[in-house]
């Protein structure tokens, strides 16, 4: 594929690597972005890391996705100059200003913890200081210990029909554990628990939902501690008591058991105005030979003992 660009140059290489003088066409496509003055984000050596970035007046913003197997705890390299670096996070709400140092070349390593699916937003400020609270990084400081017990499930809100409550001591799908009504839900369900907290001390606990079919809004003995819908699903526990803890999840699934249910008792429900609805090869949509789809709160459920720490 050829690449071209505005920038003109006179001491291109010659045509033995695939690239012509001005204006640059060529198939070796990081040296012709090189050429154009595009640097490169040596963070993509990092397995499963994937990045898009935007120049602003003043610096960059990065958004960075960790997409591989393996977490992320340690320095990254931005093909950037900064005088600070911001990290948000979307998921939360959280920000600060990021732990950053100046590599042997003068741009900014900034130090980042992303476990495998999480995401952050970066924003750099090529000269200016920025006097926030400092991002908080935590570590594990102990094994974490699985929540057991009975589990208390009843249906809220969805449909067709909101089936019975049941309890259970091993969490799985509601479509194995709810029976024939389960398996046509689409909707919420709420996952109820009372526990003491494990035995080990912690300057504060992480909570991991384990598997969860789609997202989960949680609450901590009456307290809000946000909403999951992407792995990996976990909340820090703000306000773990000793004992008596009540934990809450709402779990919602999607539609397509739904549908599926739909589909197989040959109810009507395609009832569009001015659009055909098709399968991906074009032909009558049809959801009744679809696999039920795991729904709910699948877990383990696990909390994690944590502790803050500085970058190294």
Not at 135 to 153: F, H, K, N, R, S
Not at 213 to 224: E, H, I, K, P
Request: proline residues 6%.
């Amino acid at each position: 594929r050829d690449w071209s660009s505005d920038v003109c140059s006179s001491d291109l290489p010659d045509a033995g690597r695939g690239v012509s003088k001005a204006p640059l066409l060529g198939t070796d496509t990081e040296l012709l972005l090189t050429k154009a003055g595009v640097a490169r984000e040596s963070l993509v050596d990092h397995a499963g890391l994937l990045f898009v970035r935007r120049a602003l007046e003043s610096g960059r913003h990065y958004f960075i996705a960790n997409r591989g197997e393996q977490p992320l705890n340690g320095w990254v390299t931005l093909a950037t100059r900064a005088a600070s670096v911001a990290i948000m996070d979307a998921m939360t709400g959280q920000a600060g200003v990021g732990a950053m140092r100046q590599s042997s070349d003068g741009t900014a390593q900034v130090y980042l913890q992303l476990q495998p699916g999480e995401s952050v937003i970066l924003r750099t400020f090529a000269e200016r200081e920025i006097k926030e609270p400092a991002w908080v990084y935590w570590q594990p400081v102990d094994q974490p210990a699985e929540l057991t017990g009975g589990w208390q499930v009843r249906f809220i809100a969805g449909g067709p029909a909101l089936p019975p409550p049941f309890e259970t001591t091993n969490l799985a799908s509601w479509t194995v554990l709810g029976g024939e009504e389960a398996q046509r839900f689409a909707g919420t369900a709420r996952y109820s628990l009372k526990f003491d907290a494990p035995a080990a001390s912690a300057e504060d606990w992480w909570l991991d939902l384990g598997r969860v079919c789609q997202s989960a809004r949680v609450r901590l003995n009456g307290r809000d501690l946000g909403t999951t819908f992407v792995p990996p699903f976990g909340l820090l526990a703000h306000g773990l008591k000793p004992t008596g803890n009540e934990l809450e999840i709402e779990v919602t699934n999607v539609s397509a058991n739904r549908i599926r249910d739909l589909d197989r008792r040959g109810v009507k429900w395609r009832n569009f105005y001015d659009i055909n609805f098709a399968s991906i090869d074009y032909k009558p949509f049809d959801a009744s030979n679809w696999p039920l789809a795991d729904s709910g709160l699948l877990g383990p459920v696990r909390l994690q003992p944590v502790a803050k720490v500085r970058a190294k």
